[in-house]
């Protein structure tokens, strides 16, 4: 194998990472309430924004951006649970998706009015230089941001397996009403779930920033590589997100290899649909 193909292979792992931690803020909000949040992307267009006005008023870069991102997302998330979702849950289905695709354009076009529509960067220089590894140069940035969305998305799943916490959002999902009759107030362990689907999506954002283009609009993008994620992984499973997220990264990048950029966007969702037609409810979803 040409060191060129394992660097292209890296690569695609690394940006397959960020794609897993914010997709699985989206996972475990279906999984826990049954919601398809259309919103998702926007968040992730939040975080980039925060990461920028970290960057713009205090000269920081992601050491500092991603925290305040995922705070800044984390919290909008519990306000929009108690001010929005807690109420739309109660309605139809159609109710929550057009309440939460309501939601995704008020997000966006309240960017478009404080920012304008222009495409934004952060220097290239935030995160500077680059990683000679046996031959495999690895932009740091990338380096940084798959990293670290590695183990935050590796954290959130443990939070859900090894703590009390997400043992009270697992009963909670399982059966609201049960989980209540033994002292779990569903409400706060939703709230709890929407804050840490929204700070995924924030430290994702800021990790991003980084590399990528910063525009009112990359929410929509985004939020297509989210679902197809979460429909390829299994819809409520982290781990089936880490792997889809993963191996999403790693078809991107090979198809803009072998085949040039513009296609790779037909390869993936070309896989995926196949994929999907043999097993519906995904790699780590149940029938």
């Known amino acids: 194998m040409s060191t060129i193909l394992i660097q292209v292979i890296v690569g695609g792992l690394l940006l397959g990472a960020v ?15 049954n919601i398809v949040n259309f919103a998702h992307g926007d968040f992730v267009m939040l975080g980039m924004y925060v990461a920028f006005m970290v960057w713009t008023l205090l000269g920081a870069g992601p050491l500092l951006g991603v925290p305040i991102a995922a705070l800044v997302l984390a919290t909008l998330g519990i306000i929009i649970y ?5 109420d739309i849950m109660k309605g139809p289905m159609l109710a929550q998706i057009l309440g939460t695709f309501g939601l ?8 478009f009015w404080a920012f304008g529509a222009n495409f934004l960067t952060l220097p290239e220089n935030i995160v500077g230089g ?7 140069r690895i932009q740091a940035s990338r380096l940084l941001a798959g990293v670290v969305a590695l183990v935050v998305t590796l954290g959130l799943h443990a939070l859900l397996t090894r703590t009390s916490i997400g043992s009270k959002m697992l009963a909670v999902a399982e059966d609201s009403t049960a989980a209540e009759l033994m002292g779990i107030r ?17 430290i994702a954002g800021a990790l ?10 990359v929410g929509e993008t985004l939020a297509i590589v989210a679902f197809v994620t979460v429909a390829l992984g299994g819809f409520g499973s ?12 790693v078809i991107e ?14 390869v993936v969702y070309s896989l995926f649909l196949a994929f999907l037609w043999f097993r519906p409810q995904g790699l780590m979803g149940r029938s």
């Not at 995704?104 to 960017?111: D, G, H, K, P, T």
């Not at 680059?130 to 495999?136: A, R």
């Not at 409400?187 to 840490?196: P, Y």
């Open 19 to 33: 794609y897993a931690l914010f997709s699985s803020g989206l996972t475990l909000i279906w999984g826990m309430m």
């Open 82 to 86: 108690f001010a929005m979702i807690r």
């Open 104 to 111: 995704a354009l008020l997000l966006r076009y309240s960017v």
């Open 130 to 136: 680059t990683f000679d590894v046996f031959g495999i």
């Open 186 to 202: 569903p409400d706060h362990m939703q709230a709890v779930a929407w804050a840490l689907a929204a700070g995924a999506t924030g």
């Open 208 to 217: 991003i920033a980084t590399f990528f283009y910063i525009s009112p609009t």
């Open 238 to 249: 982290v781990p089936g997100a880490l792997v889809a997220g993963l191996l999403i990264g």
């Open 253 to 266: 990048s090979l198809s803009a290899y072998l085949f040039g950029a513009v296609y790779k966007d037909i």
